[in-house]
């Protein structure tokens, strides 16, 4: 079977978000001295001012408010993109035991991009957002829910098909 057949949006996916991963969402848990000299912060600085993100404001800001989106950051960077790396290998070696770390990787994923969003809804920015900001704003975070909530689903539905072929030839 070819590479990464018939699983062009998670090519697709994995070209993208890996470099979005180590050269934005990180850069608020890199030590200072990796970004010095570097065009990183104003990548940075550039995503917030696109719409007035105030997530990634917020990230940077340091504020005690965002401080659950520091941690999430740890989680991306601590498990989140290693299982990312071992699960596109995978997928790219048609390897189905990544299967359950793609299910993970996917929850997670999907899991930390709900308070996120719900950050976006609940912000009182002045003067409030225009709908062109929002519009970018959900156009950027909902692609971050649904296509890894699809991801653990899909791979949650595998492994179901898996297990109930295993079952039947055991009953065998």
């Known amino acids: 079977m070819s590479r990464f057949a018939g699983r062009g949006l998670e090519q697709f ?5 890996i470099p979005i991963t180590l050269l934005l969402d990180l850069q608020s848990i890199y030590p200072k001295s990796w970004l010095a000299s570097t ?3 104003a ?9 007035r993100d105030p997530i990634l404001g917020g990230a940077l800001s340091g504020s005690k408010e965002f401080a659950w989106l520091r941690l999430f950051f740890f989680l991306e960077g601590a498990f ?19 299967y359950p770390l793609l299910l993970a990787y996917g929850a ?8 996120c969003l719900g950050a976006l809804f609940t912000a009182m920015p002045n003067p409030p957002f ?3 900001e929002m519009a970018t704003l959900l156009s950027e975070y909902i692609p971050f829910l649904l296509i ?5 689903v899909d791979m949650g539905a595998k492994l179901v098909n898996i297990v109930n072929q295993a079952q039947e030839r055991k009953a065998i």
């Open 13 to 17: 996916w994995f070209a993208f978000c």
């Open 39 to 41: 065009p990183l912060p």
């Open 43 to 51: 990548f940075f600085r550039y995503s917030i001012d696109l719409a």
């Open 80 to 98: 989140q993109l290693p299982c990312f790396i071992l699960g596109a290998i995978g997928l790219w070696r048609n390897d189905k035991r990544v």
């Open 108 to 115: 997670s994923t999907a899991t930390t991009l709900v308070p």
């Open 130 to 132: 225009t709908t062109v």
């Open 148 to 152: 890894p909530l699809g991801m653990a």
